[in-house]
């Protein structure tokens, strides 16, 4: 590497498809002096959240040891290459209260149970990956990312007296604002990359020269306008112009490497057949995601609770839903198992994904921290004790184990993650603290 006193930006852009990609970290981005001295640069951080709903077979989920000597049972066996970056834990909780799958989803990023309301009065708190996304957002394109599988057509199937909004998502801006979860690839490509729908230059610059020409219009009209109105309205002005302060941010960064090539990226045509596609497509999207640092925060919901679909790619054509209420019914629990499993092979894919793309000096798995888990644990029982919960990546700490907590708040997890983003906080919903994930401190 020839060494000068200059660096790439880490927030240097290749242009694309309309929109920006960042370059993953490179040689080039480590200042003189840090490569002189071989100490590496501090990579990007990622934060990922991976959903499951309806429970799950605790059974085949739990290793029946603690520590670092365990088996992993038959849902986790698609980790076993990964298995020194995962962590294990059990005994999380979440908080309890009506609405059984409407508290699930609400309480997993939040620690704040769902509400009984028609809509109108929707109640719930901050998620975690929200709190991330105003801090890392920063510097990125994107704040945060929300991806699911399933849409948003439930009505009548939710939870009785709760708003279908608590089962739709697991991200809330605030107390008040569920986020809507984006299950189109197609969408949420053209979200990450543009709607040009072409890598050819004479058409990413077309673009990018009639986005900056309709801004500047638009901020000389604000400008003038700003003379003749009041201060209520003057603040709705204000609002209106940091969104366009927004869209004109994510073009400078674009224009600043607008010579530079990237390779052929393909967008998709909408949502595939089968959830094998659909699931596979939308963690490649996620992956993409962090690769080009458009964003470090994603959550993604592979079901929302309550769902009725179905797998007959693996030759379940029950509904998913009633098929959790299994009564220990034998047939019923094997069918839920092969769904768990099932979830599970995508999650397996898309981390040997992260680990074989380089970021920095190791790769973007070793710089992740990826939750993946459910919103209850024996479904059969809509039990809030016992969560299904683990870890994934280098960020999340030392791995290899499973570490045993006694009735802990689930909340109380996210808040340590929090602080390994350098974004800590002094409360979360239910949380009574943070959880120790110093292997020397195990509970």
């Known amino acids: 590497m020839i060494i000068t006193k200059k660096a790439i930006p880490r927030r240097t852009m290749l242009r694309g498809l309309g929109a920006s990609l960042a370059l993953p970290l490179l040689d080039g981005m480590v200042p003189a002096l840090t490569a002189l001295s071989k100490t590496p640069a501090t990579p990007a951080k990622r934060l990922g959240i991976v959903y499951v709903p309806n429970g799950m077979r605790m059974d085949h989920w739990t290793p029946l040891t603690g520590g670092t000597d365990f088996a992993l049972p038959s849902i986790l066996q698609p980790l076993e290459p990964f298995r020194d970056q995962v962590q294990l834990l059990s005994g999380m909780h979440g908080v309890d209260a009506e609405g059984p799958h409407a508290r699930a989803s609400t309480r997993f990023l939040t620690g704040v149970a769902s509400t009984r309301d028609d809509g109108s009065n929707l109640r719930a708190g901050i998620s975690m990956d929200q709190v991330a996304g105003r801090v890392l957002g920063q510097e990125t394109q994107l704040a945060t990312l929300e991806l699911a599988i399933d849409g948003r057509d439930f009505a009548g199937s939710c939870d009785e007296g709760f708003s279908c909004a608590y089962t739709n998502t697991i991200s809330w801006a605030n107390d008040t604002t569920p986020l809507p979860m984006e299950n189109n690839p197609r969408v949420v490509f053209e ?126 054509a029950d509904a998913h839903h009633p098929i959790s209420h299994h009564q220990r019914d034998p047939v019923k629990l094997e069918k839920l198992l092969k769904i768990n499993q099932y979830h599970m092979q995508f999650f397996g894919e898309f981390l040997e994904r992260l680990r074989t793309t380089p970021d920095g000096d190791g790769t973007l798995l070793d710089n992740s921290m990826i939750v993946y888990g459910a919103g209850m644990g024996d479904s059969n029982a809509h039990f809030s004790g016992d969560i299904p919960i683990l870890l994934a990546g280098g960020g999340a700490g030392v791995g290899g184990r499973h570490v045993q907590y006694e009735n802990t708040p689930l909340a109380n997890l996210h808040m340590s993650l929090l602080d390994k983003m350098g974004v800590p906080i002094e409360s979360l919903g239910h949380a009574t603290g943070r959880l120790p994930l110093d292997p020397l401190n195990e509970v």
């Open 191 to 316: 979200r990450l990359f543009g709607d040009s729908g072409s890598t050819d230059p004479a058409v990413r610059r077309a673009r990018r020269e009639r986005d900056e020409s309709l801004l500047d219009s638009v901020t000389d009209r604000a400008r003038d306008l700003s003379l003749q109105l009041g201060s209520s309205d003057q603040g709705k002005l204000d609002q209106y112009l940091e969104a366009v302060r927004d869209i004109e941010r994510r073009i400078q960064m674009a224009e600043a490497q607008r010579d530079l090539e990237i390779p052929l990226i393909d967008q998709p045509a909408g949502i595939p057949d089968t959830f094998g596609e659909h699931a596979k497509l939308m963690f490649d999207l996620m992956a993409l995601a962090y690769e080009t640092d458009l964003t470090r925060v994603v959550t993604f919901m592979m079901g929302r609770e309550i769902t009725g679909r179905t797998y007959a790619e693996i030759g379940v």
